[in-house]
């Protein structure tokens, strides 16, 4: 196009795509595995005055059947100790307890294609929680 004495040029760059592929699931349930065995975990006091520190005793991953992208996670933890006020914290005598969570790869921003931890209670189809409750009581995670 010409307008006057400038010449305007509709120039088109293409650059490759460079796309990234999330580890499989059992890749990443390969890693959790050696990554959270023996690991602490701090969690807030339910009265908000203090901490528990729990250690990871034992892990249990699945897949979910219908859906590769998502990783259902049980832990056995074993409190080690409690910090915070101390009449609160005596409220809590516990050893064991268990955490159930799920893993997800991230569709925006920077959890884009990574496996990332899933922010609310999980929802496990009807297909999948018995089996994945088996699965922790073979692999030891679940006590009788």
Request: no cysteine; charged share 35%; glycine share 6%.
């Amino acid at each position: 196009m010409i307008s006057g004495n400038i010449i305007f040029i509709n120039l088109r760059i293409i650059l490759p795509t460079v796309i990234i592929v999330a580890e499989t699931a059992e890749e990443f349930i390969e890693r959790k595995k050696q990554k959270e065995i023996g690991r602490l975990i701090k969690v807030k006091d339910i009265s908000r005055k203090g901490h528990h520190f729990l250690k990871v005793v034992a892990a249990t991953y699945m897949t979910e059947t219908d859906n590769p992208e998502k990783v259902f996670e049980i832990l056995r933890l074993e409190h080690q100790k409690s910090e915070g006020e101390k009449d609160q914290i005596a409220k809590y005598k516990f050893k064991d307890s268990y955490r159930f969570g799920y893993y997800i790869i991230g569709k925006i921003r920077n959890k884009k294609d990574k496996w990332t931890w899933g922010q609310y209670a999980p929802m496990i189809p009807t297909m999948d929680l018995l089996p994945l409750i088996e699965k922790a009581k073979e692999e030891g995670t679940i006590k009788e």
